[in-house]
């Protein structure tokens, strides 16, 4: 329905990491932005407002609600504004975002520390208090168990429920932007109706309710 959009880079990236990405959904139709605040450095109250100031100038400039994608760190951002801007977004999804902690993780730990000097247990402690609590929106996590920077476990919700889902794909943390698996479920959740949320399925199950639709094929019990 050609609604806006907009991709945060993950950590130690800027909007030039999301241009694959953004470029597709801009082929499908979308009003796609990127976050145009430069480098990701990890969660500080003046981005999150800058943030919040970019989330209101798009939602201003269309009129209608915003969904945020967010990949790794992004996805971090894009749970804590749903929190503060429920009103303004439409739903969220996050690409391999470690929102429920850091500590324990494959590769970011160490890179982390040494680049900010900065006690990962801090960083940690900040993102289990404000962004592992699902937001008020629908919720997509999408998550790789070969990730290799982030934990996996630490990308998706502890519980699934109304309004949010875990969609597990394989693939690396840096390819998560342009794996085929991760851009046509991204694609089916934006195409959702605004207020008309569904789970999204995989596989046979998926394969057999498309046949249905025409007519071609019945789902047996």
């Not at 796609?32 to 480098?39: C, D, E, F, Y």
């Not at 160490?110 to 990962?120: D, R």
């Not at 694609?187 to 569904?198: I, M, N």
Request: aromatic share 6%; net charge neutral; glycine share 10%.
């Amino acid at each position: 329905d050609g609604h806006p959009v907009m991709v945060l880079p993950g950590w130690m990236t800027s909007d030039a990491s999301t241009v694959p990405l953004r470029g597709l959904l801009k082929d499908l139709g979308y009003a796609v932005h990127g976050w145009g605040l430069g480098r990701n450095l990890m969660a500080s109250e003046e981005m999150e407002r800058k943030l919040a100031d970019r989330v209101d100038a798009l939602t201003d400039r269309y009129g209608r609600k915003i969904s945020l994608i967010g990949w790794s760190a992004g996805g971090v951002y894009a749970r804590v504004i749903a929190h503060q801007m429920e009103s303004s977004i439409r739903q969220v999804i996050t690409l391999g975002s470690p929102f429920r902690g850091v500590k324990g993780a494959t590769n970011v730990e160490w890179l982390y520390e040494w680049v900010t000097g900065e006690s990962i247990d801090d960083a940690d402690r900040q993102i289990r208090q404000r962004a592992a609590t699902p937001p008020p929106v629908p919720a997509t996590s999408i998550y790789s168990k070969g990730d290799g920077i982030v934990h996996w476990e630490a990308c998706r919700d502890a519980e699934e429920g109304h309004l949010r889902q875990n969609i597990e794909v394989s693939g690396s943390h840096t390819g998560l932007g342009h794996n085929p698996a991760v851009l046509k479920c991204i694609a089916d959740r934006l195409a959702l109706r605004e207020g008309e949320w569904r789970p999204y399925e995989t596989g046979e199950r998926a394969d057999i309710r498309r046949e249905t639709s025409d007519g071609r094929k019945k789902i047996k019990h």
